[in-house]
């Protein structure tokens, strides 16, 4: 489980959110599924798009020497400013060098 409460600032304007992300190994020590629920409010004032609730879900394949990392997930966010639900997929590839 991670999770994690963020702020800025930026000359009046603040932006605030938090994300929680809990998982578990499906595979022991090599294939892990995650859910996560954010929630992002770009000002604390008039709502924008920016301002919403989403969810995702994604997996992270571990190589056994532990030097490669695949991971993908989709995400929905629903942005009650202009009522939209958009999604986007991400893919990534993460590599050790020693």
């Known amino acids: 489980m991670t999770g994690e409460v963020l702020w800025t600032r930026r000359n009046t304007d603040d932006r605030a959110g938090f994300t929680i ?3 578990v190994f499906v595979w022991a020590d090599r294939l892990e599924v995650v ?3 954010e929630w992002f409010n770009d ?8 301002d919403a609730w989403g969810a995702a879900l994604g997996a ?20 009650p400013s202009d009522n939209r639900t958009p999604g986007w997929a991400m893919l990534r590839a993460t590599f050790v060098v020693e």
Do not use: C, I, K, N
């Open 60 to 79: 992270t394949f571990y190589s056994f020497t532990r030097t490669v990392r695949l991971q993908a997930a989709y995400t929905l966010r629903h942005t």
């Open 35 to 37: 859910a996560r629920g």
């Open 21 to 23: 992300e809990p998982g």
């Open 43 to 50: 000002r604390t004032g008039p709502r924008t798009p920016a």
